[in-house]
């Protein structure tokens, strides 16, 4: 193993981890606004499709008039769709919040069968950009249900329903309903989430005789264009070879090798647990060119942040990168957010998944706690944890990926720290907050988010993760 560390890291470890490579990380201009028309893929005019598509449906009204006391309700029935796994339904404001009950069924390609109808969360404000950073402010951004993964369909069924407002009003007034309105611009999002590359080895089925792709150069060079994939690869070779579909476990001790090689101090008795496997972006086979262009960096990572991505359980851990190709077109072309929000994913079996671009080992900011994004991590299970119990394994890759991880940076997983508010529904903008190190989404924000069940397992992850560590 003191061999692989030797070869992976080599000259690229020497920057800190929060000064990555400047010619690959410098942020673009903003890119394209996000797909709002019915299409079939997202490849230019006269070119072939890249794998996966996002397609918008406009809603339409299913009530002719409103009645007193009556709420509107709007909806879709398509029988004859090209193939998609994943819905939500979005809307232009992403300031108005849906206040009503949107409910979907879909037709299995597999069966022919519809399915029942399911209930999908309309709560999905609470993540998100932090406001006033750019990404809040590119002008793409849109409201949105959280995802529901269905599997592969061919047909669906919507429909939106407000919820009346029970306060009558003023004494001698005429009730008015309140939320009895619906935002504007409501639209049904159909995701295809493609095939990965069929050029690319599954993770950890590498040729081992095969001839390592060259190492993206780690400075500015004259006449030399990346493209984002070779970006997004070219920031992880401080853990693995340029271009790797998964980051591989250490033990303990080339982990604390690895340690002092990233940081450039050496310490005797360092707390931090051992690297988990981590699947990386060209692992699951994201579509770089989705993205915003550049990555966008925290000081540091004092906390993280415990998700659930609330699409729902009836997935496969074999489908788990679908999954995730899914919410990653959902959060860029649906909700206009630059990348993904996460900056990692954990799915039912405990399998650890690379989520926003930018490096594992490096403080990226994600959009996944709305007001307190900065200098901190969002890690979300696949999956809908209400009333549902987290399977044991993915407990487990909490703990395991938040001792390495909060490891890098010092972080003690049993205590407290100080997050400065960037504004939300609990704290106000610049409050600082006091915030146990591993938290849950809820603990920044008013949310059900991570789900009652997840939540009530982060104790024992915080445990798990202090006593990887050495504490």
Not at 173 to 180: E, L
Not at 269 to 292: F, N, Q, S
Request: proline share 7%; with cysteine.
């Amino acid at each position: 193993m003191r061999g692989l560390l030797t070869s992976s890291i080599g000259v690229t470890c020497a920057a800190a981890l929060t000064l990555p490579a400047l010619a690959l990380t410098v942020p673009s201009a903003a890119a394209a606004p996000a797909e709002r028309a019915t299409t079939t893929g997202d490849g230019p005019a006269g070119t072939t499709a890249l794998p996966g598509s996002t397609r918008s449906l406009p809603l339409a009204p299913r009530t002719g008039g409103r009645l007193l006391g009556e709420a509107p309700e709007q909806g879709l029935y398509r029988d004859d769709l090209a193939h998609f796994s994943l819905v939500g339904v979005s809307w232009d404001n992403p300031g108005t919040e849906l206040h009503g009950v949107v409910q979907v069924r879909t037709r299995s390609v597999a069966t022919g069968r519809w399915t029942g109808w399911q209930d999908v969360d309309t709560h999905n404000a609470d993540h998100g950009a932090d406001p006033d950073t750019a990404e809040a402010r590119s002008g793409r951004v849109h409201g949105g249900t959280a995802p529901l993964w269905v599997g592969e369909s061919d047909g669906v069924d919507v429909r939106v329903r407000a919820e009346p407002d029970d306060d009558p009003g003023p004494r001698g007034s005429t009730p008015t309903g309140g939320h009895d309105l619906l935002p504007a611009g409501l639209r049904l999002e159909l995701v295809d989430p493609g095939e990965a590359d069929p050029g690319e080895a599954d993770p950890g089925e590498a040729d081992p005789g095969a001839e390592a792709p060259p190492q993206a150069p780690q400075g500015p060079q004259a006449g030399v264009t990346y493209t984002e994939a070779d970006a997004s690869a070219a920031v992880n070779t401080d853990l693995a070879p340029f271009g790797a579909t998964e980051i591989p476990a250490l033990d303990q001790q080339d982990t604390e090798d690895e340690l002092a090689v990233l940081t450039g101090v050496t310490r005797l008795k360092p707390h931090i647990g051992a690297r988990p496997k981590i699947v990386t972006r060209r692992g699951w086979g994201a579509d770089e060119t989705l993205r915003e262009k550049g990555f966008v960096y925290t000081g540091k990572v004092k906390a993280a942040f415990v998700h659930h991505t609330d699409s729902g359980n009836g997935y496969k851990c074999s489908q788990a990168s679908s999954v995730i190709r899914s919410i990653y077109r959902y959060h860029v072309k649906t909700m206009g957010w630059r990348d993904i929000g996460y900056n990692f994913l954990v799915d039912k079996c405990g399998g650890i998944y690379e989520g926003r671009a930018g490096g594992v080992s490096k403080a990226v900011r994600g959009a996944h706690t709305l007001g307190f994004n900065n200098n901190s991590m969002g890690i979300a299970v696949l999956g809908t944890f209400d009333s549902h119990k987290p399977p044991a394994a993915a407990v487990t890759a909490i703990a395991r990926l938040t001792a390495w991880k909060l490891g890098l940076f010092g972080a003690n997983p049993k205590g407290k720290t100080y997050l400065k508010s960037g504004g939300g529904n609990l704290y106000p903008k610049g409050k600082n907050v006091r915030l146990n190190v591993i938290s849950g989404h809820r603990d920044g924000y008013s949310t059900e988010c991570p789900g009652a069940k997840l939540y009530a397992r982060l104790g024992s992850a915080r445990t798990s993760s202090a006593r990887l560590q050495g504490r």
